[in-house]
Nanobody, 116 residues
Framework: VQLVESGGGLVQPGDSLRLSCVAAGFTFSTKIMKWVRQAQGKGPEWVST????????TYTTSVKGRFTISRDNAKNTLDLQMNNLKPEDTSVYYC??????????RGQGTQVTVSS
């Protein structure tokens, strides 16, 4: 199982970024996928989840209305469109999957820094 995130960067408050995650090594379309973030010195924070077929999504309260999770099962990719970014969104962002019960896999992460 391999997950590779990209798209992070340094942006100003109010800007947008689109994160991507390329998945390999498992049947992507059958798996719930998640975005999780971790700020420096803090524990991981769940951000968003999408079902295998993409029909159901859910978000943590702080990003609702600003972030949109999506997936392309033909390309084995997971995206996170982040709009109106705030300094408190600064974190390393990871995509995450549970390929088998009891096993959680996440990628190497991509850094998002929101600062003026």
């Amino acid at each position: 199982v391999q997950l590779v995130e990209s798209g992070g960067g340094l942006v100003q408050p109010g800007d947008s970024l689109r994160l991507s995650c390329v998945a390999a090594g498992f049947t992507f379309s059958t798996k719930i996928m998640k975005w999780v973030r971790q700020a420096q010195g803090k524990g991981p924070e769940w951000v968003s989840t999408i079902t295998g077929d993409g029909t159901f999504t859910t978000y943590t309260t702080s990003v609702k209305g600003r972030f949109t999770i999506s997936r392309d099962n033909a390309k084995n990719t997971l995206d996170l469109q982040m709009n109106n970014l705030k300094p408190e969104d600064t974190s390393v962002y990871y995509c995450s999957v549970t390929p088998v019960v009891g096993s959680v896999v996440r990628g190497q992460g991509t850094q998002v820094t929101v600062s003026s």
